[in-house]
């Protein structure tokens, strides 16, 4: 059971009251996109054993979305941001990196 | 390698069992062989066994991290079943199903197939239009399937509460010939097979790289040393994603943790196998007297094959209306194995961007039923370097072009 704090409300609760909503920080491909931007955007995913940037919705709390990176191989949470952020935030990119110095960075 | 028969148990217990050859050789990895499957799951040897037995080719190695049957193989709850919606995965689950029925006598191996029925509630009225459909859809395809109302449920498995306040049981898609068989024994079945036609099984083998020239994968990095190959076939279920990282390319695929438990033992209760989709519940009994029961998955990426709390509490506590005598058993054993999820819920059996490497995976929470099918039509791409008609509609470019094998009713629940 993962212990989550949403960085929108400020409230630490059990993972029951998120919601799940894969992977973050993709670039949206519509339509009029190619075909292989297209499913780059809407299948393929990097599904990293280790550190993972995902996004969570506090669902049952104050309903926003935001972002998180996470380790898929520990469950440690490294660190929750907003939303309209484009690229994780350098103090978690920091921490990740002094925790997994094999982390090859978020790309 | 000597058979087994009535015939060797006798002539053994004559000599108190001092006869008994190892199942499998455990041999060095050579520098090179013609094909390399990494994960000796149930469908990367059943890849390797149907290589060797319809195509000659055995001059292959079968790399596995940890031991054979470590991965989903042996922690899934063996329900096996071809009810299925899409053409496709009728004709893959079905071909895997009869493949099963005669397994025992074509590996020389007790696999336990034990076709005792499978049966799918139908506790909403959608649950009840859904399964007519597949009924329907599985008469047009010649898989023998049947929606029975309450009455003959409960003359199945009377130990059940069909008259639930929340749950009520309208009815089921009854299966007769689905059932179960004994999951470590697929896979050490089809090892000692690979291995009796000269194929190397190797264990705490881990393939850390891939090594590719021009587009074509020349030899796996593994943690004992470096092996050629002039095929690849990717063979890891949960771990797809690694592999595919390790290989350059991007698979439609999220690795998610499904767990399942089993009870203490008890006497025979339940002759059937019964799935619960609505409550996301699937249970059996074993020959030991378990009551195997599998769960819901967890709803992130997730490596650490272990499950979580409010998923066996989720899935015991909508069991017990249906089955109230469970509120009395003790839980014995819990885990978790990490399953490979596509969007469409249907598995991939594919050429790669890389031209001499093959992926099958994607089967999620349902790919313990389908390895022996698996396995042959994985064995007809990776030996003819084209898909036959059975792994043709599964490609991984099928998302690119939208051409999605729907199962999300079929397969939607975890089995
Ligand atoms: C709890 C649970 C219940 C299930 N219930 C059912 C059911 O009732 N019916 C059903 O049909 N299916 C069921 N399944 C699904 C089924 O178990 C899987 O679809 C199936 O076993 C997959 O087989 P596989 O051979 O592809 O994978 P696996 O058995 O997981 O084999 C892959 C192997 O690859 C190895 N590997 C991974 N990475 C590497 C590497 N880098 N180098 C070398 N080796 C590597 C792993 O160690 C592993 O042994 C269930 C699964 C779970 C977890
Ligand atoms: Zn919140």
């Not at chain 1, 993962?2 to 909503?21: D, I, K, Q, R």
């Not at chain 1, 506090?58 to 929750?80: N, P, Q, S």
């Not at chain 2, 009551?291 to 490596?303: R, S, T």
């Amino acid at each position: 059971m993962l212990l989550l704090t949403c960085p929108c409300c400020g409230v630490s609760a059990e993972e029951t009251e998120f919601t799940n909503g894969g992977e973050a920080h993709l670039k949206r491909f519509g339509p009029g996109s190619s075909d292989a931007d297209y499913e780059a955007y809407m299948f393929a995913r990097k599904n990293p054993r280790g550190v993972h940037f995902e996004r969570w919705r506090h669902a049952y709390g104050c309903g926003k979305w935001f972002l998180m990176a996470r380790d898929t191989m520990t469950l440690e949470v490294y660190g929750a941001y907003k939303a309209q952020t484009t690229e994780p935030p350098a103090d978690i990119q920091a921490k990740i990196k002094a925790r997994r110095p094999e982390w090859e960075g978020y790309k | 390698m000597t058979r087994y028969s009535a015939f060797a148990i006798a002539r053994e217990a004559m000599r108190q069992h001092t006869g008994w050859q190892k199942a499998w050789a455990s041999p060095e990895p050579k520098a090179h062989y013609d094909v390399v499957i990494v994960g000796a799951g149930g469908h990367g040897l059943a890849t390797a066994y149907y290589l060797g037995k319809n195509f000659g080719i055995t001059n292959v190695a079968i790399i596995e991290k940890g031991w054979l049957g470590g991965g989903n193989t042996g922690r899934n709850t063996t329900i096996i079943r071809s009810n299925y919606l899409q053409d496709p995965s009728a004709a893959i689950y079905e071909k895997a199903r009869s493949l099963y029925e005669t397994m025992s006598q074509d590996l020389n191996y007790n696999v336990m197939f034990s076709p005792r029925g499978v049966m799918m509630l139908a506790q909403t009225e959608h649950e009840v239009r859904g399964y007519k459909r597949t009924e329907m859809a599985n008469k047009l395809q010649g898989v023998e399937t049947r929606f029975i109302g309450p009455a003959e449920v409960k003359r199945l498995v009377p130990i059940m509460n069909i008259e639930g306040p929340r749950y009520p049981v309208l009815g089921a898609l009854w299966q007769a010939r689905g059932g179960t068989a004994r999951h470590d024994a697929v896979a050490w079945g089809y090892a000692r097979a690979c291995s009796a036609m000269g194929m190397h099984v190797i264990q705490n083998c881990e393939v850390i790289g891939v090594e590719s020239v021009g587009g074509q994968v020349s030899a796996v990095a593994t943690t004992k040393g470096t092996i050629g190959c002039n095929k690849l076939g990717i063979v890891v279920a949960g771990h797809s994603g690694h592999l595919a990282n390790m290989a350059g390319f991007r698979l439609p695929i999220e690795s998610v943790a499904l767990q399942a438990m089993v009870s203490e033992p008890i006497k025979p209760a339940m002759d059937v196998v019964v799935m619960a989709n609505t409550v996301h519940g699937y249970m059996s009994q074993s020959d030991k007297g378990e009551m195997v029961i599998g769960g819901g998955a967890d709803h992130f990426n997730n490596y650490t094959q272990r499950g979580s709390w409010q998923h066996i509490e989720e899935t015991v506590r909508a069991l017990i209306e249906t089955f109230p005598m469970l509120s009395r058993l003790k839980m014995l054993r819990q885990w978790g194995g990490i399953v490979d999820m596509t969007g469409d819920r249907s598995p991939i059996i594919s050429k790669t961007p890389l031209g001499n490497t093959f992926i099958n995976c994607g089967w999620g929470t349902g790919g313990f039923k389908a390895i022996p099918g698996s396995g042959w039509a994985m064995a007809e791409l990776i030996a003819k370097g084209e898909p036959g008609s059975l792994a043709r509609d599964f490609s991984m470019f099928r998302f690119r072009e939208g051409r999605f094998i729907d199962e999300s009713v079929a397969a939607g629940v975890a089995h």
